[in-house]
T-cell receptor, first 109, second 114 residues
Framework: KNEVEQSPQNLTAQEGEFITINCSYSVGISALHWLQQHPGGGIVSLFMLSSGKKKHGRLIATINIQEKHSSLHITASHPRDSAVYICAVTGGSQGNLIFGKGTKLSVKP | NAGVTQTPKFQVLKTGQSMTLQCAQDMNHEYMSWYRQDPGMGLRLIHYSVGAGITDQGEVPNGYNVSRSTTEDFPLRLLSAAPSQTSVYFC?????????????FGPGTRLTVT
């Protein structure tokens, strides 16, 4: 079993829809990261959180430490949100990043 | 700041050739790491460093060497390339490991080994 599981693997939405991407993990963590990888390949950090909720523009990230689960929400989705969204946790014995396989989001106009 | 830079962007090697992927950061970050990204898999840690002169192995270190002589640079060496090393390689840095610090990624190097 992977230590970090994301769902869904692929997601297609219409512009304007509310989107949720889920991440579950099985290890103890000190932080959870949401990353975005655009078709060009570059990876940028969207959020880093260890409790509660964070909001940046139309993006919201939540984490439930007890349930070992996090969600990334996108409100009023737009085609420019099309990307792969990656969940990663800082955990394990060395405190390195452990990555999920990513969720490929496509937003149609 | 340039952030995290990687060179080259693309590289084609023949089996058995050696090469070095360069990574540099100008943010005075202590922690630097190398990952490979393969289709259908999450990024996997190859090697990491928590400071100049200190390196350690990650999940998939075989076939790769690293060194960290300065805070800024963290090159990844392939001593004898194999087709299984065809992948996209990302270098990343952050202030510290084991702590909640934002990760900064380089643009990636797409390597093909024939």
């Amino acid at each position: 079993k992977n230590e970090v599981e994301q769902s869904p693997q692929n997601l297609t939405a219409q512009e304007g829809e509310f989107i949720t991407i889920n991440c579950s993990y099985s290890v103890g963590i000190s932080a959870l990261h949401w990353l975005q990888q655009h078709p060009g390949g570059g990876i940028v950090s969207l959020f880093m959180l260890s409790s509660g909720k964070k909001k940046h523009g139309r993006l919201i990230a939540t984490i439930n430490i007890q349930e070992k689960h996090s969600s990334l929400h996108i409100t009023a989705s737009h085609p420019r949100d099309s990307a792969v969204y990656i969940c990663a946790v800082t955990g394990g014995s060395q405190g390195n990043l452990i990555f999920g396989k990513g969720t490929k989001l496509s937003v149609k106009p | 700041n340039a952030g995290v830079t990687q060179t080259p962007k693309f590289q084609v090697l023949k089996t058995g050739q050696s090469m070095t992927l360069q990574c540099a950061q100008d943010m005075n970050h202590e922690y630097m790491s190398w990952y490979r990204q393969d289709p259908g898999m999450g990024l996997r840690l190859i090697h990491y460093s928590v400071g100049a002169g200190i390196t350690d192995q990650g999940e998939v270190p075989n076939g790769y060497n690293v060194s960290r002589s300065t805070t800024e640079d963290f090159p990844l060496r392939l001593l004898s390339a194999a087709p299984s090393q065809t992948s996209v390689y990302f270098c990343a840095s952050s202030h510290k490991y084991r702590v909640t610090y934002e990760q900064y990624f380089g643009p990636g190097t797409r390597l093909t080994v024939t």
